[in-house]
């Protein structure tokens, strides 16, 4: 008996990192998955693209669980996109009960004040506007399915704190909160449940490359992920540097199951306490 069992489950961004570990951890409890990501470079950001192999491997890894798999490329800005290749996924799998929208980007690190126009916009666009992409095209879908689906966005610890030189991240995060707790009461009636996620630093290619490690070693020229460690663990309350992808999954897992029938509206930090963190004397 799986805690997924019966249950199809959409996740955005699933090529790599968090994504595919949502998808890996729910098929392993039994759920038929859609996956879908972009898998193609977004212009302004700096670090490696996911790639169409990549999205490939994960749906060989989920269908090695001996799990059904629909998968499709798009990009959650086209929300028509999306949508048709959503409608076409459920169609072919037979239903819809869980969304973890997950796809999103960092581009830029400055002051708010210095932040450039297409950086700016290209965040809101993906990180925000995409995840309202998302719930708009799986909504109706949960809604048909009755009570029990479960609405996951994932936002971040800067959906709850105003971490210094990425406003635009912050600030699309934090949008994703209102939207969650918007949808949260609007599918009350219906007995669909809507929660977000706030991971601190997870080990993915978003944060392991000389880019994200400059934000917390601006002083090296070439800095790697290691030279960022003793940074990124002072964020949190542990001496501990990141998550590890299994992390977040297994909270996402908690929050698609039955287990958490009655949790909703909740922001459910996976964070090593940094959004709780006293830095006082
Ligand atoms: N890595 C971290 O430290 C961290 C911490 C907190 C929250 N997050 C959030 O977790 C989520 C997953 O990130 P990750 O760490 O796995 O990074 P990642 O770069 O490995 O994965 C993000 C995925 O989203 C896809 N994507 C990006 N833009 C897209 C678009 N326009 N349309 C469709 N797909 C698109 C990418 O192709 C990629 O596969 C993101 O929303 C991110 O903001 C990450």
Redesign the pocket.
Known sequence: MGRMDGKVAFI????????RAHALRLAGEGADVIV?????R?ET?S?P??TPE??AETVKEVEALGRRVAHFT????DFDALKAGLDSAVAELGGLDVLVA?????NDVRPSWELDEANWQTMI???LT?VWHATKAAVPHLIERGPGSSVIL?????GLRGIPNIAH?NAA?HGVLGLARTLANELAPHRIRVNSV??????????DNEFSAKIYRPDLEHPTFEDALPALAKINMWDVP??E?ED?ANAVLFLACEESRYITGAALPVDLGMSMKYSGA
């Open positions: 955005t961004g699933a090529a790599r990192g968090q994504g879908t990501d972009l898998a193609d977004v950001v670090y693209p996911a990549e999205l798009a990009d959650v800005r997950n796809a999103g980007i960092i666009d993906i990180n995409g994932i936002s971040s610890t800067a991240y995060k706030h991971p601190t630093n997870v080990r993915t290619a978003m944060i990141y998550l992808v977040v």
